[in-house]
Nanobody, 124 residues
Framework: QVQLVESGGGLVQVGGSLRLSCAASGRTFSQYAMGWFRQAPGKEREFVSV????????YYVDSVKGRFTISRDNAKNTVYLQMNSLKPEDTAVYYC?????????????????WGQGTQVTVSS
């Protein structure tokens, strides 16, 4: 069992930065690949990025590539999403999720555990 708690969201101006954190409980955190998803109002939840259990592999969707960086610290049971050059279209609730199988497909049903989400709002 893994419990996930996101933090770090907030209101930021266009071009600004935020770093999201996702703290995991449980001693098996390092066995899981971790993903970030987001859901804007009126839209379906979409995949943003994933990192393998070791941190050696990462993947980003095109819309955030070059602006977002995913990382993890297994000693702290935490995964991060550094978001730079934020745009209004990045406004969404951001969720972290855990899966035993690293995949770049980003399908929701591939993930076993989800956090409650943290709101990111980018104002223009």
């Amino acid at each position: 069992q893994v419990q996930l708690v996101e933090s770090g969201g907030g209101l930021v101006q266009v071009g600004g930065s935020l770093r999201l954190s996702c703290a995991a409980s449980g001693r098996t955190f390092s066995q899981y690949a971790m993903g970030w998803f987001r859901q804007a109002p009126g839209k379906e939840r979409e995949f943003v990025s994933v990192i393998s259990w070791s941190g050696g592999r990462t993947y980003y969707v095109d819309s955030v590539k070059g602006r977002f960086t995913i990382s993890r610290d297994n000693a702290k049971n935490t995964v991060y999403l550094q978001m730079n050059s934020l745009k209004p279209e990045d406004t969404a609730v951001y969720y972290c999720a855990a899966t035993l199988y690293y995949s770049t497909r980003g399908r929701n049903d591939e993930y076993d555990y989800w956090g409650q989400g943290t709101q990111v709002t980018v104002s223009s």
